[in-house]
């Protein structure tokens, strides 16, 4: 299954470093992708999932930036696969960047079938849909992307854990408003876990949180400094600039 050329635009994202193909209606790539891939930690040599990878932003990005990292594109969307596949082509990451079309609800015989059995990733990122199916967007894609029914921030970490090797990291995006729905998910096989609040300007409540956890660790909780998108008079922030156009990463990537 294709998109045609005239539903679909082509986007420049980290100053150009990537060039994504995606529908015009619908999930777009946008700050989040970005923000998860910079606070995601990977290592040559390693493998990376991305689960409900859309188009392909998030980890397109972190393959652009960890020369030798493996990644897989996993999202349920047949036409959303496509445009990953071909995106990775198109900015000469399809040797280490592979996209499956593939529910990440799916059983564990599904993943192995697709080359994904349990403990074969050293990282997995995930930006899962938060928002509540009463306020869901009529369009179908977005609504996939975006609206929630209870439990899915469960089960998408249930088959993160499965996908991950003992010590592998997971890193995510989520509504800071529902943090607690965070805590209470990756208390059961997680831990060590950091966050790390994004501000979209001063004095404002944080609008998203990015979480780092290791399996079956037990190391402790760690709140990082806030990072702030915009100044007061709306422009962003030179850290904000740095990550989201040069490429710079965030604290929760170093190591």
Do not use: Y
């Not at 003992?166 to 995006?173: F, K, N, Q, R, Y």
């Not at 997680?190 to 609040?197: E, R, T």
């Amino acid at each position: 299954m294709s998109v045609e050329r005239a539903e679909a635009s082509e986007d420049a994202v980290l100053g150009g470093r990537l060039v994504l193909r995606q529908p015009l209606r619908g999930h777009r790539v946008g700050h989040d992708a970005i923000l998860l891939a910079a606070a995601t930690s990977a290592h040559a040599g390693e493998h990376a999932v991305d689960l409900g990878a859309g188009v392909g932003g998030a980890g397109l990005a972190l393959a652009r930036r960890v020369d030798g990292l493996a990644v897989t594109l996993v999202e349920i969307d047949p036409v959303l696969t496509a445009l990953a596949r071909e995106n990775a082509e198109r900015n000469a990451l399809s040797e280490r960047v592979r996209a499956v079309c593939l529910d990440v609800a799916a059983p564990a015989a599904a993943f192995a079938a697709a080359g994904l059995a349990a403990g074969s990733a050293h990282r997995v990122l995930m930006n899962p849909p938060f928002n509540v199916w009463q306020n869901a967007s009529p369009d179908r894609s977005r609504r996939m992307a975006h609206a929630a029914s209870q439990g899915t921030l469960r089960r998408w970490v249930r088959t993160a854990a499965r996908l991950l090797r003992p010590a592998g990291v997971l890193t995510l995006i989520w509504r800071a408003d529902r943090l607690e729905e965070v805590l209470a998910v990756l208390a059961s096989g997680f831990g060590a876990v950091s966050l790390l609040p994004v501000f979209p300007k001063p004095d404002a409540p944080a609008i998203r949180v990015l979480a780092r956890a290791a399996k079956a660790s037990r190391g402790p909780l760690s709140l990082l400094p806030g990072f702030l998108l915009a100044n007061a008079d709306g422009k962003p922030t030179a850290e904000a600039e740095a990550v989201l156009r040069g490429g710079a990463t965030l604290p929760l990537a170093a190591n």
